[in-house]
């Protein structure tokens, strides 16, 4: 399943599926960006980040990509697993604070 | 090696009642971090500590809210006469550098 270019607040994907997630952020100044995972009753966990002189960079099965221009931020996930199911948070620092944009609950289907 | 961890995970108050909020940082985090977190959001920044500084503290909704780091490691948010509008998740995090912040497992908080 994918929702490119528009954040949306939920995303249904196909075990082994890619997927991906998208987010705005509202800061032009920000200099660093931060993907994390919420699982129900836990803490949010890092998946990755980017800093704002990059505008990719890959981890173990996702990527994140950053458009300065359109001010956009996007999570790529690769063979999606059951596991995967959660809350997704985009995050941008300016200055030491974290920003947290809208989540997407994604739910992975068997 | 262990991470963030706070206590209690659960507390349930009366309206009116003080509560204290606790976060045990990952071991050599200079940073401190706590946020808040209403059912379906994200978390919203309140409070920065810097060792046992205080930097930031523009987050907090009300001078009901009070966190303190005294040295530098372990630290309490203390929200005082609780109302229903501060039901929510406490989550604190902790950084070694400007960039990463790890987080907790949050304290549920429900005032009734």
């Known amino acids: 399943g994918e929702s490119v270019g528009l954040h949306l607040p939920t995303l249904s994907v196909q075990e082994g599926d890619n997927s991906i997630i998208n987010c705005a952020y509202s800061n032009s100044a920000s200099d660093y960006f931060i993907w994390y995972k919420q699982e129900s009753g836990k803490g949010p966990q890092f998946i990755i980040d980017?800093?704002?002189?990059?505008d990719k960079r890959q981890g173990q099965r996702v990527t994140v990509l950053l458009n300065k221009t359109v001010k956009h931020l996007s999570l790529q996930i690769a063979a999606t697993q059951p596991g995967d199911s959660a809350v997704y948070f985009c995050?941008?620092?300016?200055?030491?604070?974290?920003?947290f944009g809208a989540g997407t609950t994604v739910t992975v289907r068997a | 090696g262990a991470g963030v961890s706070q206590s209690p995970r659960y507390k349930v108050a009366k309206r009116g009642q003080d509560v204290a909020l606790r976060c045990d940082p990952i071991s050599g985090h200079v940073s401190l971090f706590w946020y808040q977190q209403a059912l379906g959001q994200g978390p919203e920044f309140l409070t920065y500590?810097?060792?046992?500084?205080?930097?930031?503290k523009s987050g907090l909704p009300s001078d009901r809210f009070f966190a303190e780091r005294p040295e530098g490691s372990v630290s309490t948010l203390k929200i005082q006469r609780t109302q229903q509008e501060d039901s929510a998740v406490y989550l604190c995090?902790?950084?070694?550098?400007?960039?990463?912040?790890?987080f907790g497992p949050g304290t549920r908080l429900l005032v009734l």
């Open positions: 995050a941008e620092r300016y200055d030491y604070k974290l920003s």
């Open positions: 500590f810097q060792n046992e500084a205080q930097l930031d």
């Open positions: 995090a902790s950084s070694a550098d400007p960039e990463t912040q790890y």
């Open positions: 980017i800093r704002s002189n990059m």
